[in-house]
């Protein structure tokens, strides 16, 4: 690539992060701020504008080691940022051009730290537990000497620092690797299969010369390169595969979900996990789907429809008694941190504390619709025990007729007595939390 070009879209850039910096700490739906600024751009083309939203999700996962310097040094933040940008199409050759005189970026967030701190900051990183092994001085004296027109004083590049410190008494594991690697890594792509063929999804799949990974303890999932465009596949449109992370699918698979059986969905959104329910239950059971947003049940009435499921309906009066309740909670989303970085920045101890008042209102409304002997299903996407064990404890406190079940199988996820979590760096997916308890008969 031309370096002008990469300069001009480096100014580009650094003019949209001007744009958003005041934004960072204060707006939930920074996301929906990031889509309108891009879509304002009507010079630039699609490509362009990967690589702007690649290199603005960078920017806000590593905001700690790059804020400094976007005051002190703006081209050399810009630097930085693409640098440890993903390894996409979109990326590569703007990467290339403005970091041309640096290694590769090395996979784990230690040895980003040990690099950079050598490069920008000229001292090793300050936190011990993650410091890079004996053998790594050698390859930094090697190939990344420290630059003297590049360091930028009082900079601290530390790994731990791309979680909110309070955060630790929350999810104390966060904060090890390979966890908060991979809350700091992009997330990969995954579907689900919802057909019984699989060859008609698979074939254009591989016509698109798409690889894929598959779930061994879940066949239906399946991880696709990142920049495969599953949306504009003939397969999702008619249904035959959704966008789903492989974690959110691993939550209904904890649980005893035979075929049959009237369920709720009691929080439904667009209805990831309600399709996944509905083909569970299979056409001899049925899934009613509610949600405070009627908006978003739209999405899910489109989807259903879609995927040709006719035992899922959407109501706003949910019936006076269920074999079964999935209460997928609203969280601080902190399981899905890599997806949505700047939640990292918004999400404050009180925002969970509210969250966990929520979450225990939502069970305790939908607890007298279990039937006798029928299940609650409790799941969130957050790591802090305050939204998950904590929630659950409460509520089985007051509720003694409920009793928690122990996971059919925790896929990998950790059982704490009351419920399963499955952490990021376990297989990298989103983070997770589910508990399912069932009513005495
Ligand atoms: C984690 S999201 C659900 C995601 C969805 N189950 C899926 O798999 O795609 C939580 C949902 O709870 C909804 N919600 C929030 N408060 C609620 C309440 N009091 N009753 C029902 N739904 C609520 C939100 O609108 C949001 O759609």
Redesign the pocket.
Known sequence: MNPSIAANQQRLFLAFVAELRPHVRRDSALPRRIKELLARQRAIGSRDRKLYRELIYTWLRFLPWTDPLLDQDPALAGKVIAWLAPELKATSHYRAALCADWPVAPASLAEKAAMLTARVAGAQPADAPFAVPRAEPTRLEAGFQPDPSSQVSGLRIQVSDLLPAWFAEHCPAAFQPPHLDAINSRANVWVRLQCNDRNIVLDEFRAKQWTWETAADFPDALCLPPNAEVANTDAYRRGFVEIQDLG?QLVLATAPIPPGGRWL??????????LQLARLLSDVGHVDA????PE?LEELRDRAQRARLTNVRITNIPEAAYDGILV????SGSGTWRRQPHLKWYVKPETISSFAK?QL??LTAHAPRVKPGGVLIYAT?SLSHHENHDVVAAFLQAHPQFKAVPAADTHGGTFDGLGTTLLPGTRNTDGFYVATLRASA
């Open positions: 959110s969905d009691a929080c439904a959104g667009a209805g990831g996990k309600t509610t949600d405070i947003r978003i997928d909670a609203p969280c929520t209102a939502i996407c």
